[in-house]
Every structure is written in C-alpha cells, then in structure tokens.
C-alpha cells in the first residue's frame, strides 16, 4: 500500500499536555481502508506511562494504547491496525501521545500510516 511518515522527533512531556506528530496524507482516492496500519515509534523509560490515539483529519479519535501502571518495559515499536473505513483518506492524521505519569520520559521517534 501507500505509506505515509513523519520521522521529526517530537518531545513527550513527563506528566504532560499531549503532543501530536502529524502525517498528510494525499492522492488516496475515497475512505480509509477498514485495516489502516498505523506504525508507532515511541521511546520512552516507562511505556505503561503513555496514552496514545490516532486522530482521524476530522478529529475522530482512535485509541491504540491506553495508559498501565504495571508495564514498565521500554519503548512503544508496534503497528496498530484501525479501522478507519468511515474516514476520508486525504487530510491530515495525527498520532496523540500523552503521558500520564510523573518520572519517565520520551520522545514519538516516527508515525507512519500504511493504506
């Protein structure tokens, strides 16, 4: 499919306000596919710390990962794959991350969508 990705790093605040990285999408004719991969790069020291959405470009909100207290491994490295069939393909996505926890930090290394 196609891929679409933003590699900027993007600096996740310890207990913070959410950040966005963004990804614009184009040339993708009518909706989003029922099985939209969105691959996630996170680093982080404590991953159970963060909450993480992707935002559709008419701001409907998908969670791919809620916040755990018990996980403290490293780093969010995943595809997470979203049906996004109701969304409009061409726009601009949003992967949301926001960590709800004193202590530990990180940063989105990239986000990637694959239609």
């Known amino acids: ?6 590699t900027a790093d993007v600096a996740v605040p310890d207990n913070g306000a959410a950040v966005t990285s963004t990804v614009d999408v184009t040339g993708v004719t009518g909706n989003a596919p029922a099985s939209l991969e969105v691959g996630v790069d996170v680093v982080h020291t404590y991953r159970g710390d ?8 008419d701001g409907t909100a998908y969670r791919l990962k809620d916040r755990s207290g018990t996980d403290s491994a490293d780093d969010v490295r995943t595809t997470y794959t979203v ?3 109701g969304e409009t393909a061409d726009g601009t996505w949003k992967l949301r991350v926001q960590d709800v926890s004193a202590q530990d930090t990180g940063h989105v290394d990239a986000f990637r969508l694959t239609f």
């Open 83 to 85: 049906d996004a069939s």
């Open 1 to 6: 499919g196609k891929v679409f990705e933003n």
């Open 50 to 57: 963060l909450v993480v959405d992707l935002v559709a470009p």
